[in-house]
């Protein structure tokens, strides 16, 4: 049987482990040959051991840092070196430094910005010359739920994933005469090593407030990636999927 993104390449930020990992892992069993970028060099290698052994992708680590311009230039030059081409691009690298508003150092607040916003515009920036070349592509953007309903102890980091939204609204608007889409994934609470260190207390209020009554896997957060980077999702663009259990509506 064909697979779905059989002869696509996909390149995937944060992807050494949790739900980047998760991604790069599905679009690969899909067919697509994978570049996966993460901070560290050696456990980078090690998941893309993994991903090309379980999938038998083609895989390729890119060790390097999403808020530094050369490191995404250079990413995307590889993958383009490697594939011919780049499809598709997973902004999913993203880090918390939390804190109440009032004790929030200055630096705590623009580190999650660096990364998780600036990351992510040159990310795309970078792939996009590609893609606008190709007049054809995919930007998937990762923010999550807080980003759309805020949380206390965290505006640094909802701020980050609320301006995810409208950087993706307005490159969806810059790329679209050129086949190239672009939409964010809202996750809400996803069982990974961010959230592990939730106290138990608060993971049951969080269980009490959602609908489904579980908090996410990965996974759940994988198969929303997988459907935009692929031909169903090619009337879309703009858009935030939201993959929260029903917490936030
Ligand atoms: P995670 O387990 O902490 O994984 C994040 C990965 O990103 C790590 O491998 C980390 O590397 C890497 N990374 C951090 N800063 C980077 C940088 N500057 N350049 C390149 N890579 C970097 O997080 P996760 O839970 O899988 O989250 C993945 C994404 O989903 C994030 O954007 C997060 O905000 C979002 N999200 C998560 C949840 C959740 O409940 N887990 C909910 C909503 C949204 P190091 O380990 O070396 O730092």
Redesign the pocket.
Known sequence: MTKSLAGKAALV????????FHIASLLAREGASLAI????PD?TALAAKKLSSESGAKTIALG????IEADCAEAVDKAVEAFGRLDILVN?????KDNLALRMKESDFDAVIS??LK?AFLMAKAASRIMLKQHSGRIIN?????GQMGNAGQVN?SAS?AGLIGLTKSLAREFASRDVLVNAV??????????EGLKDEAKQKLLEMIPLGRL?K?DD?AHAALFLAGEGSAYITGQVIAVNGGIYM
């Open positions: 930020t944060g992807a050494a482990r949790g739900i980047g970028l993460d901070l560290s456990e390097g840092n999403v808020a999913n690298a993203g880090i918390t990364v998780n990351g990762i923010s999550s739920v807080v980091y994933k809202a996750p809400g609470f996803i069982l990974t090593k961010m959230t996410g990965p957060v």
